[in-house]
């Protein structure tokens, strides 16, 4: 169940806590199966709602059919693994390999999932800046969903969000090279005498059209900058994306990553994070490596 669900191992809390639980202390009245799924309803760390819904197919159906087995007979007040605590489970996993947890099972699954999406994004040299980061931190919401990193939506989120469009379809209505496109018609249509005036006019010319493309071009790239940060921001509306990239994901995915499409990795990372995975950039790992072994 941990494997399938990155579920927290479950009894690690304070007795202050409210009442939160993890696998080891799901209750029966926390799952509901039927004939093909497998449905988790319960409130996790932090008091945050934990809800999923497995397809009992494959290798899943065995995992339902265990699951309908030891809640059979039970109250929905009680524990579904009653007497398992986290030491039963930690104890068990390193009989399987040494130092692991349910923690590192938390940690390889995030790192697993980020490290499969950015393989589908990893020949993007050509693309920009922006659109590499986009792909990082689409991969970073990868994990924060797996890991169920979920955050209260800011009173102010729908106001900053329309914010943002609104500016988008002002930046799409505007057209900054419209004074250099006059300039480039009263060039051509100056009358020239001589030889040294045609040559000015021409090196004129050359100019303005220069100008023209190049603030057309970074008018195509301010959309797409805006239309990305817009398409992010209403994806992670209720994600925390910090919490999985300081605990969850092996530092040397995204660095190595990055390293490959030409990005900057400290963009991904807050000063302290950088100031926490200062280690990684000491080391020698390439991303055709890192990426295999999750």
Not at 169 to 197: C, F, G, H, Y
Not at 198 to 222: F, G, L, T, W
Not at 261 to 268: I, R
Request: charged share 35%; proline share 2%.
């Amino acid at each position: 169940m941990i494997y399938r669900t990155a579920m927290r191992v479950g009894d690690e809390k304070d007795p202050d806590e409210a009442d939160t639980v993890g696998a080891t202390t799901l209750r029966k009245e926390h799952i509901k199966l039927t004939e093909n799924t497998i449905e988790f309803d319960f409130l996790g760390k932090d008091g945050v709602r934990w809800t999923e819904t497995i397809p009992a197919e494959g290798q899943d159906k065995q995992f339902h059919d265990n699951l309908k087995e030891f809640v059979s007979n039970k109250k929905e007040n009680e524990e579904i693994f009653d007497g398992i605590s986290s030491r039963h489970v930690n104890a068990y996993y390193s009989t399987i390999v040494k130092g692991l947890s349910a923690k590192v099972f938390r940690t390889y699954l995030a790192s697993s999932v980020v490290s499969k999406n950015l393989r589908d994004h990893d020949n993007i040299k050509s693309e920009s800046d922006m659109k590499k980061l986009f792909h990082a931190k689409s991969a970073n919401l990868d994990a924060a969903i797996m890991c169920n990193h979920k955050r209260t939506i800011p009173k102010n989120f729908e106001a900053s969000l329309q914010k943002k469009k609104d500016t988008l379809k002002n930046v799409e209505k505007a057209k900054p090279w419209e004074k250099s496109e006059d300039l480039l018609k009263k060039a051509e249509s100056k009358i020239t005498k001589t030889e040294k005036q045609k040559e000015q006019q021409k090196e004129r010319i050359k100019k303005i059209k220069n100008v023209i493309r190049k603030r057309k071009a970074k008018h195509v790239e301010r959309i797409e900058k805006l239309e990305l940060q817009i398409n992010l921001t209403e994806k992670t509306r209720d994600y925390n994306l910090g919490t999985s990239l300081r605990n969850y994901i092996d530092p040397r995915i995204f660095k190595t990553w990055t390293d490959e499409v030409g990005a900057e990795w400290e963009k991904l990372y807050t000063s302290a994070l950088q100031k926490k995975f200062l280690w990684v950039k000491n080391t020698n790992a390439k991303w055709s490596q890192v990426s295999k072994e999750y």
